[in-house]
């Protein structure tokens, strides 16, 4: 995909500068001044899609990450964030979510966030043996170390708590 070129490409860095200082506001004020031939761009949809999740508006970033997902499917992010928003979107849940990264899994096997993101599906929906197997398959596919911190605070991975101390 071309890049974005200016003017447009400032009103990009601002909404990128907006969405680091936490102001998703004036984030989406920059954004929306970029030119419309760019709605689609995959680098303005991320934003978007940044800016929603920011605000909780979890039905418009899952339709953003939709689109992405349709636009870039090369691009293991889009998936995961597709699933993510859909799972905290109205009427979404974790069963969908979890039927999203495991499509995508086939596509990315080697992505650690899709591995690591089905351990806690699997986990939140009380199937602890493939939630185990996952969390195995994450550590061995990333940096086990920060998985494993991480993973101590993960709210969806309680259930796996005193097991993930030992791993």
């Not at 990450?65 to 636009?71: F, G, I, K, Q």
């Not at 974790?94 to 096997?109: G, T, V």
């Not at 966030?113 to 550590?139: K, M, S, V, W």
């Amino acid at each position: 995909m071309k890049p974005i070129e200016p003017p447009d490409s400032h009103f990009v860095s601002a909404a990128i500068g907006w969405l680091e200082l936490g102001n998703a506001h004036e984030a989406a004020a920059e954004l929306a001044a970029v030119a419309p031939s760019l709605t689609q761009h995959p680098d303005v949809l991320r934003l978007w899609y940044q800016i929603h999740a920011q605000e909780n508006r979890w039905d418009l970033a899952s339709e953003t990450a939709y689109t992405l997902a349709r636009t870039t499917p090369e691009d293991p992010q889009a998936w995961t964030n597709l699933a993510y928003a859909t799972r905290r979107k109205p009427g979404g849940g974790i069963p969908p979510a979890k039927e999203i990264l495991a499509a995508a899994r086939q596509r990315f096997p080697s992505e650690v966030l899709i591995a690591y993101n089905l351990a806690c599906y699997e986990c939140q929906l009380g199937n602890l043996p493939q939630a185990r197997d996952l969390l195995r398959e994450a550590f061995k596919l990333g940096n086990a170390t920060e998985l494993k911190n991480m993973s101590l605070k993960d709210p969806d991975l309680e259930p796996l708590r005193p097991e993930i101390k030992l791993l």
